[in-house]
């Protein structure tokens, strides 16, 4: 067997581990149960990556993560690294043609959902195939404990008993005990060995800032250093509006679920080589990112929890330089957050109708709709069914996460075409020696039913392998539609739905309706946890942060916004508190502006606003400024 550094130096690159890689690797190979525990970046993939490598038979990786599999097959080819995802079967390449690629293929690593890893064909075949290792990438996503909680994780222990004498690797960034706890019960671990890294990020400074005027206060944070920076908007539209206020002044680049994969590498890529500093994102930016030289994260409102917090500030200090994470918090960010994650979520007569409603729009019969894809045009279908539309996407979310069906965005409009010649005649129209038959005779090759049935047709993919742009590609289609030989559809849809049970509302709602109850506790319970992180002013936020996952607490570490880590002499304070009255008695001022006038401590500054403000000494008028209270 090659050694673990040579074959890390050979396809990665890396002269050496990161912290528990090689412990988990080596656990994996012995073949123990395991269990990892690392940080976001702590390189979590390469624990079955590279095991892979080294043993006989397939390593089969389940994750939640459509569009990261996706990256990590193409990531991995390009290492050539055989890797496969498996995925909706389409006309073309039916899923039995996937499992017999890969039965008969030279494939190392293989990617399933656990929504896929269902259906009975796929287990059967998979349990059947010599699988070394079995990979459980986001375990967390199995308990009911954590953030992102995802049913068909139950499913995997049933599938782990075909194959019982394989060993199981669970990996996670974030775990509460109790979720560890879920993860060793709900996946069959036996006697696992459990690899935890410290949630400790002590070249981070957590910093909370209250402030009534976040562009302004976001400004100041920007002109701090030159570094790469991340900024965490929770809407996409934001994002946009954040973009265009700041396009003008900055290098910015914005990133969100919205816009096109041509678009996310595109920008990934500017910002990575820095032609573009500045990131202004939803969550969904994140996914791989491991740069180093990140100075600041800077979030512009809570997120819904302290685990993607967590994982999101953790994307600053990668290199273990100093780093800041700031937390702008305006006085009804915390109402907001729970009218968007409580109270929009629908009740079980919504969720009924969103479905059927949803069924009826795709002419799904009852029993019907496994393992068949759907497009819809999400505007159109709420405002033919009279449903609200946030209402109606958090329906949709949920039962993406319930695993009725695998939602993925669309940026483009669908093609869907059909040659109406026959057979024939098409093979002579195509005998001319140009390139625009040239061109359908590929187009022929990638999809031989075009002359039997209208088929869904990749304009991407067509113009990569023919190497042709695609507004040729569109005028070849339009010209052969004026000229009669084929049919052409273009669909307006913006979301694509991969359909993974029969349609039987009453069994299939009634689970999901049943943990709808828990599921809203949970959430409330996390909101008021990351509420309390915020507003508490006077304990460490690492300290915080380190005992929200039940770790050990350390020294204060002087560097976040809490009171306990700031001392003050009594002087100072003194002479903060004499220049701040002096301030106020000459005019009414916000705390930003106090802040830029006075050289304190933002955080003494503010300690003595409230203090005052408790004590009935100040008020705000309506501008958000502070006045005194008339004696």
Not at 103 to 121: D, M, T, W
């Amino acid at each position: 067997m090659k050694s673990l550094e040579k074959t890390l130096v050979h396809f990665w690159g890396f002269d050496r581990f990161r912290p528990l890689q090689k412990e988990i690797i080596r656990s994996v190979i012995a073949g123990k149960d395991t269990i990892g525990l690392l940080p976001t970046g702590g390189g979590k993939s390469l624990c079955y990556q590279l095991p892979a490598l080294l043993g006989e038979g397939i390593t089969l990786v389940v994750s939640p993560l459509i569009a990261l599999m996706q990256d990590q097959v193409a990531q991995l080819k390009e290492r050539n690294i055989p890797a496969l995802m498996l995925e909706l079967p389409t006309p073309h390449h039916s899923l039995e043609k996937q499992l017999d690629n890969l039965a008969y293929g030279p494939y190392k690593i293989l990617f399933v959902s656990p929504e896929r890893l269902q259906n009975p064909l796929v287990s059967e075949r998979l349990s059947k195939l010599p699988v070394s290792l079995l990979a459980v990438d986001e375990a967390h996503c199995v308990s009911e404990w954590g953030h992102d909680f995802r049913p068909a994780f139950l499913a995997i222990q049933n599938f782990r008993e075909s194959i019982p004498k394989t060993p199981l690797l669970a990996l996670t960034a974030t775990a509460t005990p109790p979720v560890l706890e879920d993860i060793k019960k709900h996946l069959g671990l036996k006697s696992p060995a459990l690899f935890q890294a410290s949630f400790d990020r002590p070249n981070i400074a957590y910093h909370i800032d209250r402030t009534s005027d976040k562009i302004g206060r976001l400004k100041k944070l920007l002109a701090q250093d030159s570094e790469p920076c991340i900024i965490y908007c929770r809407t996409r539209k934001q994002t946009e509006a954040l973009y265009q206020q700041f396009k003008d002044t900055h290098t910015v680049a914005y990133f969100h679920g919205g816009i096109s994969e041509e678009e996310k590498k595109e920008r990934l890529q500017e910002w990575l080589v820095e032609t573009k500093r500045i990131m202004i994102a939803t969550l969904a930016f994140g996914m791989g990112i491991d740069k180093p030289n990140v100075r600041q994260v800077i979030h512009m409102s809570p997120p819904e929890s302290l685990e993607h917090y967590y994982q999101e500030s953790g994307r600053a200090g990668r290199g273990g330089a100093p780093a800041k994470a700031t937390l702008l918090l305006g006085t009804s960010d915390f109402d907001q957050l729970r009218r968007q994650f409580l109270e929009a979520l629908p009740t079980k007569a919504e969720l009924t109708h969103f479905y059927k409603s949803l069924c009826n729009y795709l002419h799904i019969a009852y029993g019907e709709g496994q393992e068949q894809r759907f497009y819809i045009h999400f505007q159109e279908f709420c405002a033919q069914y009279q449903l609200p539309s946030s209402k109606a996407l958090q329906a949709l979310h949920l039962l993406d996460r319930e695993g009725l069906w695998q939602w993925r965005p669309l940026y483009r409009e669908q093609i869907h075409l059909q040659f109406l010649a026959s057979r024939r005649q098409v093979l002579e129209w195509l005998q001319n020696n140009t390139q625009r038959s040239a061109f359908f005779q590929l187009l022929w090759r990638r999809y031989p039913r075009v002359v039997q049935q209208p088929q869904e047709i990749d304009l991407e993919l067509l113009a990569n392998i023919s190497e042709l742009p695609q507004k040729k590609i569109i005028q070849y289609l339009n010209q052969a539609k004026t000229d009669g030989w084929l049919s052409l559809q273009w669909i307006k849809s913006d979301s694509c739905l991969e359909w993974m049970h029969p349609r039987e509302e009453p069994y299939t709602l009634a689970p999901i309706i049943h943990r709808l109850r828990n599921r809203l506790e949970q959430k409330r319970k996390k909101i008021e946890a990351l509420e309390y992180f915020c507003t508490d002013n006077h304990q460490c936020k690492r300290n915080l942060l380190l005992a929200y996952f039940s770790e050990e607490k350390t020294e204060p570490c002087q560097h976040c916004s809490a009171q306990s880590c700031h001392s003050t002499s009594q002087e100072e304070m003194e002479n903060l508190q004499k220049e701040l009255m002096a301030c106020l008695q000459k005019e009414s001022l916000s705390t930003e502006a106090l802040i830029e006038q006075l050289p304190y401590s933002k955080e003494n500054i503010i300690l003595i606003l409230h203090t005052w403000a408790e004590a009935q000494k100040l008020t705000q008028n309506k501008h958000f400024q502070w006045e005194l209270t008339p004696s």
